[in-house]
């Protein structure tokens, strides 16, 4: 694992880490919730975009089935 911090203030860090993505990695992105972003590579981003989308398409739909 290899990472430095880009840039680093009172609101947010960039931090840059050289890591294979897989599974895991998704996984450990998505356990931060709101308090993380993907900035790169472009494919991962969308990946976990995707991820996220379709969670909430499910939650959604079931909370929708909870109302009617």
Not at 34 to 44: G, M
């Amino acid at each position: 694992l290899t990472q430095h911090i880009v840039e680093d203030n009172d609101d947010f860090a960039v931090i840059n880490i050289n890591v294979k993505i897989n599974k895991e990695l998704e996984s450990l992105v998505l356990s931060f919730g709101n308090d993380i972003e993907v900035l790169s590579p472009i494919y991962f981003k969308q990946q976990v975009a995707n991820k996220i989308r379709s969670m909430n398409q499910k939650y959604l739909s079931d909370e929708e089935n909870l109302h009617s």
